[in-house]
């Protein structure tokens, strides 16, 4: 299969087997983890409203993949994307161009010692999500803290105007909790109290020595 085109802004990025590799990708055990997040990245993505992929500022203009179940806690964990950015990540992450019909069953990380799996649980093995595209401008960009843990970054809020909504893919199978995601959304019933940096589907993770220091 034909490797997509590589935005302009990711042109400095390491690649992988021809793909970009994600700014929040885990590098640990001397090698990139697709599918694994640096959680240092992770937050100053958020912080700093950085891209996901490429690492660099927002313009005018942010993109989020958002799951049903997202929009039931309120906010997407995932740093936002810019429109290019995101248009490539439906074609380079299995998980968002539906390759992938299930999240991994162990983290990609597991394994390495001292590397935090926190967070992989509710996903493992289970069918992927539907995933959407929404538009927000810059104005209503806004990250959410845990209330009981004011320094700790939940995501981005999706209480706030959206310019546009595009599916990405649907959801590979029965999933209770997305069903009642949806079935929230419909009523509107939303608690108003997260993209995918590639190979989320258990396959063998690649191994390399590719470093970078920004």
């Known amino acids: 299969?034909?490797?997509?085109?590589?935005?302009?802004?990711?042109?400095?990025?390491?690649?992988?087997?021809?793909?970009?590799?994600?700014?929040?990708?885990?590098?640990?055990?001397?090698?990139y983890l697709f599918g694994a997040l640096d959680k240092d990245r992770r937050d100053r993505a958020l912080a700093e409203r950085r891209c996901q992929v490429c690492g660099q500022s927002f313009d005018e203009r942010i993109c989020l993949?958002?799951?049903?179940?997202?929009?039931?806690?309120?906010y997407t964990a995932e740093p936002g994307m810019h429109p290019e950015c995101l248009a490539y990540s439906v074609r380079a992450c299995p998980m968002l161009s539906g390759d992938a019909t299930r999240y991994r069953a162990t983290p990609a990380s597991s394994g390495l010692p001292g590397v935090a799996e926190e967070g992989h649980g509710p996903r493992a093995g289970r069918p992927a999500d539907a995933f959407d595209a929404w538009w927000i401008t810059p104005?209503?960009?806004?990250?959410?803290?845990?209330?009981?843990?004011?320094?700790?970054?939940?995501?981005?809020?999706?209480?706030?105007?959206?310019?546009?909504k595009r599916p990405i893919r649907p959801?590979?199978?029965?999933?209770?909790?997305?069903?009642?995601?949806?079935a929230r959304q419909a009523l509107g019933l939303e608690d108003t109290a997260s993209s995918c940096p590639y190979q989320?589907?258990?396959?063998?993770?690649?191994?390399n020595t590719a470093k970078e220091s920004d």
Not at 1 to 28: D, K, Y
Not at 171 to 182: N, P, T, V, Y
């Open 171 to 182: 959801a590979a199978g029965l999933d209770l909790d997305s069903l009642f995601a949806l």
């Open 139 to 164: 104005s209503s960009y806004c990250v959410k803290t845990d209330p009981e843990h004011p320094g700790q970054l939940l995501g981005i809020d999706l209480d706030v105007p959206v310019l546009r």
């Open 200 to 207: 989320p589907d258990g396959s063998p993770q690649p191994h």
């Open 1 to 31: 299969m034909a490797q997509p085109p590589v935005p302009i802004r990711c042109a400095g990025r390491p690649t992988l087997g021809s793909l970009v590799i994600p700014w929040i990708t885990l590098h640990a055990g001397g090698r």
């Open 65 to 74: 993949a958002v799951r049903p179940a997202d929009v039931y806690a309120g």
